[in-house]
């Protein structure tokens, strides 16, 4: 089955700065990998997703990259603000429909801190 | 904007109880999903339904375990006889086809 390594486990950075955090995958089958933010006590909410069909996806300050031959994808967050601070996981799976039926497999997850 | 609702919030159980986990996918979705999150680690998957049977289910996912769609609205998750080791939040999720899943705000599950 797929197995998905995230890193770094926690991050710490100055308001302002950028954070990277980094996954990688194991089946060559997925084709779907999100990216969740989770607050303390609240639901998984998906900031950014990726298709295996595109290298990068922009969305304002937060960018993902895919690299399908090398089986790792990246969340880059520029200008960090300190509501950014929360728990980070990304996913991968192949997305629902045909034989699929579109289970996530998580990372362990990044604790972002940023530091006003 | 349409949410994946779930009950009871909070559900505290004794050992050896049965306890039901409720959900409301959106109303439109197609797969419905049973996560859990013990506290402090990753999601992990546990079941997805589709077509009103199990597709997928997850070593987690023992004979302890049964899931249902009793109606047109509905997507409980049972356990039958909770263990310690059952504590833990419990995520409903359903998506369409479009990939993105939508997570419901959770229901923890304490076993004492």
């Known amino acids: 089955g797929e197995n998905v390594e995230q890193h770094p486990s926690t991050l710490s950075v100055q308001e302002g700065d950028s954070a990277v955090i980094k996954c990688t995958y194991s089946d060559s089958a997925s084709n779907y990998f999100p990216w969740y933010k989770q607050e303390l006590g609240k639901r998984p909410q998906l900031i950014i997703d990726i298709r295996s069909n595109v290298g990068e996806k922009k969305d304002q300050r937060i960018a993902v990259t895919l690299n399908k031959t090398a089986k790792h994808f990246s969340l880059h967050i520029t200008e960090t603000q300190p509501e950014d601070s929360a728990v980070y996981f990304c996913a991968a799976s192949s997305r629902a429909g045909g034989t699929s039926y579109g289970k996530l497999t998580f990372g362990q997850g990044t604790i972002l801190t940023v530091h006003p | 904007e349409p949410e994946v609702t779930q009950t009871p919030s909070h559900q505290v159980t004794q050992m050896g109880q049965e306890v039901i986990l409720r959900c409301v996918p959106i109303?439109?979705?197609?797969?419905f999903y049973w996560y859990r999150q013990i506290l402090g680690q990753k999601v992990e998957f546990l079941v997805s339904f589709y077509n009103n049977e199990i597709s997928e289910k997850s070593e987690i996912f023992d004979d302890q375990f049964s899931v249902e769609r009793p109606d047109g609205s509905n997507f409980t998750l049972k356990i039958r006889s909770t263990k310690l080791e059952d504590s833990a939040m419990y995520f409903c999720?359903?998506?369409?086809?479009?990939?993105?899943?939508?997570f419901g705000p959770g229901t923890r599950l304490t076993v004492l």
């Open positions: 109303s439109n979705h197609l797969y």
């Open positions: 999720a359903s998506t369409r086809l479009a990939g993105e899943q939508f």
